[in-house]
């Protein structure tokens, strides 16, 4: 890209980037959910039918079979595909985490690195910018810092930790009421 980064380019940019192994591991969880919640809507009476149609054999712990069941309905069900359903979980985050864990309300990426929860754009000097909220897990609690892409080169400046909170969605809430000056003085502030 020769000029400069607009947000459009970074969404693409996103939606062009394989899928990590946390958010495949994280769908097939969702895909598993989704069947067994299938199979509590199924009547006592048409179960055995549903473990025949499924090919599906016991195992000494039930689990294993219960989790083949549960992905031969998910199978049935209208589920999005994984890269639509990656889309909608960068773009809806808070929603898709909303259930889960206090522990895992937030994304975490495999090897400890910072996660971009939202992304902006912004104008400093005239000039459209981005800045990439990321966050990652510290303790109990999270924190977050503002990547800013450098235009033409992939590469990224950051801020340092600038947000600490306990929830993701209250860092997004922070991030989201900057306006561009603000935006624009942590720009200055990664610059060397």
Do not use: K
């Amino acid at each position: 890209m020769t000029g400069p980064e607009t947000l459009d380019a970074a969404f693409e940019s996103l939606d062009a980037s394989p899928v990590s192994e946390a958010l495949q591991s994280r769908y097939r969880a969702y895909r598993i959910e989704q069947g067994r919640a299938l199979l509590g809507l199924v009547p006592r009476e048409g179960l055995r039918a549903l473990v025949r149609a499924a090919g599906v054999g016991s195992s000494s712990d039930g689990q294993a079979s219960l989790d083949a069941l549960a992905a031969y309905c998910a199978d049935r069900l209208p589920l999005p595909p994984l890269p639509v359903w990656a889309r909608d979980f960068a773009a809806h985050r808070e929603a898709h985490i909303a259930d889960a864990p206090l522990l895992e309300a937030g994304p975490r990426s495999p090897n400890g690195a910072p996660v971009a929860v939202a992304v902006r754009g912004f104008r400093s000097a005239g000039v459209e910018r981005v800045a990439r909220l990321v966050v990652r897990p510290r303790g109990d609690d999270w924190e977050g810092a503002v990547e800013f892409p450098t235009p033409g080169d992939g590469r990224a400046t950051r801020t340092a930790p600038v947000f600490r909170e306990a929830t993701v969605p209250a860092i997004r809430n922070r991030f989201d009421s900057f306006d561009d000056r603000t935006l624009e003085a942590f720009l200055r502030s990664t610059l060397p």
